[in-house]
């Protein structure tokens, strides 16, 4: 290879690659979330917010085979969290608004055998501030309402 094509090469890839975020309870930041699969949507009345949820390859191999109870280790779901807005055309509309953060569950059965087989790790703002809060304590212990469903709230959005 040409050694200006390296170097054009490098000076593409060494920049994204010093910007990741520190890692959160221990898990990074999925480099290529933006890119996953759209699982469903969900507002939320208590807090305000729009989310998206989106799966890796594993996630959604595991849907469209109806492998979801229990969730296949390798999975990871994300939520992407705006705080609602209103549409500047159409007031009735509710539009993502600030960015309030990212999140993601990753399924390890072993690893995260205390959490329900689940880590959970949170990035907070556009500057993706990461929190650790007890290596995701406080998450497990809302998601136990969904321990019925291998701890997970979302469903995927049915379509024809």
Known sequence: ??????????????????????????????????FWRLIGVSHRDDNTS??????NTTAMTAIH??????????TILGKLV???????L????????????IEF?????????RTGGWGFARWVGM?????DNEGGKPCFECHKAA????YVFTRPAALP
């Open 1 to 34: 290879m040409h050694p200006l094509i390296t170097l054009l090469l490098a000076a593409t890839f060494i920049p994204a690659m010093a910007a990741a975020p520190p890692s959160s309870n221990g898990i990074p930041l999925p480099g290529n979330y933006k």
């Open 50 to 55: 729009l989310r998206a949820i989106v799966g």
């Open 65 to 74: 085979q109806g492998r979801t109870d229990p969730w296949p280790d390798g």
């Open 82 to 88: 705006w705080k609602d807005s209103k549409h500047p």
């Open 90 to 101: 159409w007031d009735a509309a509710i539009v993502p608004g600030k960015l309030s953060h």
């Open 105 to 113: 569950m990753v399924k390890d059965s072993s690893k995260f055998a």
């Open 127 to 131: 500057e993706l501030k990461p929190l």
């Open 147 to 150: 321990s019925k469903n291998d």
